[in-house]
């Protein structure tokens, strides 16, 4: 008993201990998921919002793509109504349709431009050409068409600027929130992963347990069955004791009984013959002439009843001592019985606390897992937002970013360009101005 209350004091110690140390894993858990939890509504509020900005963006460049159609409508039919009504006026220097190209600078920035767009497949860029191909057409004095092209260029620049700035700042999110969902869906992965190890560890131990419990129970229905038949055995065991020990003594009490009359009677010399147990000096008497005491019949009666007594005795002697071995037998086993009973019933008692105990802790774990499945699910679809969103486009980052630069440093030799044909302009002009102030 005290080695069995040790070894439960033992088990108890580790049980509480295990508790202690699953109860600070569950706040720890329950922490994690709080954290996640928040992250996961910060990262939904910034997806929700990120998709608002790029419906407003389709929205504005659906907008620009109508307007920019209708503006090509009208500038069409313009220049059919020009080309209707000056046609009279063909022949003449200043007609409206004449091609008004400054120089061949001109030409070489519209076709530097239109050769990037044909490079760089861009539809903007094509578009820019043309602007500028119809300022230099139709524009009014130098000064003023230079400024302009300027500007468009500059504006289409900076546009190209911020489109990149735009870009890379995109590529700096998505690169964040692919790594922060990837290592968050890894995190969960291995949550799952745990909770999985940990569930199935305790249903092991709770099967085992309950296994254990079983093959207890059965073992104290046997106990219990073999005590019951033992104590039928001892009844009947006691029982015919009692009525042989009946027996026996009532019959050692009549032979004494009986003797005591005998030795009464008899009496004398032939009493002390009888307790001197010589059967040799009996010998056959003589027919008397008249009635007188037998002293050798009455010798050999006393000494039948005496072995009866003894024998009687013997027998009472024995039938007690296998009562007493019987007894001491059953109450041996019945001691050991209880032993066993008691310390199977512990058994059976801390076993069914422990798969109990297991079992809850099971439904607790199962309750993780759905808590962390559903948070994994959440994360695999936003995951899957997000390499649609970053992954799942026509080009790369470094290509878009390499044809952007192209198309920026390509505009910016067509401002270069630009910018020094301006300069040889007013040259000429400041030129021009001074021969006619010396009179040439």
Request: charge should be negative.
């Given at each position: ?179 922060k969902t990837e290592a968050k869906k890894v995190e969960l992965d291995d949550d799952m992963g745990k909770l999985k190890a940990k569930i199935d560890k305790a249903a ?39 009525k042989a020990k009946a027996d026996l003594e009532a019959g050692i009490a009549g032979v004494e009984k009986a003797l005591l009359v005998l030795r009464d009677y008899y009496g004398g010399a032939s009493a002390a013959m009888l307790q001197q ?164």
């Amino acid at each position: 008993m005290e080695a069995a209350i040790g070894a439960n004091t033992k088990d108890l110690d580790e049980e509480k201990s295990a508790i202690a140390a699953a109860t600070q894993a569950k706040s720890q858990a329950e922490g994690d998921l709080s954290m996640t939890t928040k992250d996961l509504a910060a990262s939904s509020n910034a997806l929700e919002t990120t998709k608002s900005d790029c419906l407003t963006v389709a929205a504005d460049h659906e907008a620009s793509i109508a307007a920019r159609t209708e503006e090509l409508k009208v500038i069409a039919t313009a220049k059919k109504i020009l080309a209707e009504s000056t046609g009279a006026a063909a022949s003449r220097s200043y007609s409206l349709l004449q091609i008004k190209m400054k120089s061949s600078t001109d030409l070489n920035v519209v076709a530097a431009i239109q050769k990037l767009a044909k490079e760089q497949k861009s539809v903007k860029l094509a578009q820019l050409a043309s602007k500028i191909g119809t300022v230099f057409s139709y524009g009014g004095p130098d000064e003023q068409i230079f400024k302009e092209v300027k500007a468009m260029i500059e504006k289409d620049i900076l546009a190209l600027e911020k489109a990149a700035e735009a870009d890379a700042g995109e590529k700096a999110y998505c690169d964040e929130e692919l790594s922060k969902t990837e290592a968050k869906k890894v995190e969960l992965d291995d949550d799952m992963g745990k909770l999985k190890a940990k569930i199935d560890k305790a249903a092991s131990q709770s099967a085992q347990a309950k296994a254990e419990v079983a093959v207890a129970q059965e073992s104290l229905a046997a106990t219990a069955k073999e005590q019951a038949e033992m104590d039928t055995i001892r009844r009947e065991q006691n029982a015919d004791y009692k009525k042989a020990k009946a027996d026996l003594e009532a019959g050692i009490a009549g032979v004494e009984k009986a003797l005591l009359v005998l030795r009464d009677y008899y009496g004398g010399a032939s009493a002390a013959m009888l307790q001197q147990n010589d059967w040799s000096m009996i010998q056959q008497p003589a027919k008397p002439v008249s009635h007188s005491k037998s002293s050798g019949s009455g010798g050999g009666i006393i000494g039948i009843l005496e072995i009866c007594e003894s024998d009687f005795s013997k027998g009472l002697a024995g039938v007690e001592s296998a009562e007493s071995d019987a007894q001491e037998s059953y109450d041996k086993q019945t001691q050991e019985n209880k032993i066993q009973k008691t310390t199977k019933e512990q058994d059976v008692k801390y076993k069914t606390q422990e798969f109990k105990s297991l079992d809850v802790e099971i439904t607790e774990l199962a309750s993780d897992g759905q808590t962390v499945g559903t948070e994994h699910a959440a994360v695999l679809e936003y995951y899957a937002q997000i390499k649609d969103r970053c992954v799942a486009k026509p080009s790369t980052f470094e290509e878009r970013k390499a044809r952007r630069q192209a198309e920026i440093e390509g505009l910016k030799d067509s401002l270069t360009a630009l910018e020094e044909q301006t300069a040889f302009a007013q040259v000429r002009k400041r030129r021009g101005l001074k021969v006619a102030k010396l009179g040439f």
